[in-house]
């Protein structure tokens, strides 16, 4: 038996039947890339033998009475694989509006907590896809958010998938054994034989937060910038609501080379700035054409990644808040504002271990808490917390395969609750990022225009940035003009060069 972080438990008490805690992906598998022996059975077979890769696809929730502590993992001594591995055929005429209502619809369900908490559905008829082939397939994801986080769902994946056509053969035979259900005094037992343990890690914690909060170095870089954005200061908007009864999704492709050329081509800005700078125009421009914008900036939540190299599941997750700048109008603006705000929120993220916060409020308090919360609908009814979720996962430059055939894209979820809702999944696959749109009818009824507002944000960045380059190269001419006279020097050409650059970028932010 394995007990839950605190991170991980609240996203067991915040579920419900109108915000199910699971998060997912629908992986496109083009019909042209598949071997004669691609199918149902073939897949099935492929999962059964790798079950022994991951704890996730074996272990089922137990749930402490009374919430007197958080829940506990214990390997499912009724696991059938049945269960878990769906199998659909996609409504006519089988193309991107069906799929995507598919997988909104798949995910808009509560996962069962007397099983592991996860399914894959097989889906079959994908006829009318641009740029896949007739009769192609799909797989559609879903894991409960308190099993994984973004990182460690895709590293389950890549239990499933290989790097290659061919099937990878694990060796070794699979110890795996059942346990009995624990009893009801057992689990209170173990609940409490832990509460000391959480005292003496509660003053160590409050040792490294003195230590980190008076670090001289971390001190004077607080001091020297603008704090980012605090929680509950972001403004009220379309997205900050009580959720309506149906999920919507969507997902779109962009070319990743696109991504980092604006990335190569704007000094000191990251991929994660560019993305984050496409949404922010995608939902600018959104907002605008429903006459929904508002007039100062939309504040987003990215997560941040705390997890080391070393195997394991659960949550190892950070956040920091980032404006948006979506009040400002110039694309290349907008980026550099946005640049300027990562750093702040970064430095601040660093200062104090927020994500272990939580590990010593009493499970009993967080339970009941985050139950009023969800069961009373509070979410929609105060300012929101921020805005957007965005969250970035990183995936593999190589195709994958699932029993053999190809997967052509992937398109990311994760769940929203009432004022919260709408949230960015940016996946990396293979020379290209999607943007995975989650929300429901009443907030996003149309997640392709929205799409299709990130595609023109990036074409509007790409102009920018072309139109700044040229305003940098004329910079470069008129410095090399103005001093005629002296003998070609490669250094001293070099670093006129480099002032000029600096001079220009100067003058863009003012």
Known sequence: MDMLSALDATFIYLESEHSPMAIGAVYVIDASDTPKSFSYDSWYALVESRLKLSKVFRERLVEVPWDLSFPYWVRDPGFNLDAHLLRATLPAPGGM????????????????????????TFVEGLDRIDGIAKGSYALITKVHHAAVDGKASSEMMSALLDTSAEIRQFGGEDNWQPEALPSTLDVVARSWSKAGGKVLELAGLVGKVALKTVNPQTT???????????????????????LSAGRTFWGKNF????????????????????????????????LSGKGELPAKALVAMAPISIRGDEAGTGNQVSAMLVSLATDIEVALDRLLHIRANTQRSKVQAKALPANK???????????????VYTRTRLGGMHRPFFNVTITNVPGPPV????AGARIH???????????????????????????????CKQIVPDPDNMAECFARSLDDLERAVSLADQTILLAEQQSEEAQPQKAADPLQAFHDANQALDQAIESLED
């Not at 916060?357 to 139950?371: D, G, M, Q, V």
């Not at 195709?399 to 699932?402: C, D, F, I, R």
């Not at 769940?415 to 999607?434: A, F, T």
């Open 255 to 286: 070319d990743f080379d696109r991504i980092r050329a604006i990335r190569k081509a704007v000094p000191g800005v990251t991929i994660n700035d560019v993305v984050l700078a496409v949404c922010a125009g995608g939902l600018r421009s959104y």
């Open 357 to 371: 916060i939580t590990e010593f409020l009493p499970s009993e308090t967080l339970a009941a808490a985050a139950r």
């Open 97 to 120: 509006t069906e799929l995507m209502q598919l997988a909104a619809d798949t995910w808009g369900q509560v996962l069962d907590r007397e099983r592991p908490l996860w399914d894959i």
């Open 409 to 439: 894209s992937a398109f990311g979820m994760a769940p929203i609750l009432d004022g919260l809702g709408l949230i960015l999944v940016v996946l990396s696959y293979h020379g290209r990022i999607s943007i995975g749109i989650s929300s």
């Open 399 to 402: 195709p994958l395969y699932a």
């Open 220 to 242: 004077r870089r607080l001091k020297k910038i603008e704090p980012p954005p605090r929680l509950l200061s972001a403004p009220a908007s379309l997205f900050n609501q009580p």
